[in-house]
């Protein structure tokens, strides 16, 4: 399995864990290797279009503070 953008971190709100490329189940008691191929690649997948997301999100910001601001009123 490899890992989608950095060898470790969490998940966005969910308890697992990336650590040196592999997914792990994190729980209040312990954490537990994830092994299966198809759950891996899910995660991979996911931890993709989460990065994704916050760096569309991040560019849009950044447009909208470079947009001067325009008067809503005027003339019709």
Known sequence: MSAPTSQQGRLAHAPVVLR?????????????RASDPAFTAALDD???????????VANL???QDE???VDPGGMR
């Open 20 to 32: 040196g490329g592999r997914w792990w189940l994190d729980g209040g008691t312990g954490s537990i």
């Open 61 to 63: 910001l950044i447009r």
């Open 46 to 56: 996911f931890a993709l279009s989460m990065a994704a997301a916050d760096r569309a």
């Open 67 to 69: 947009t001067p601001s």
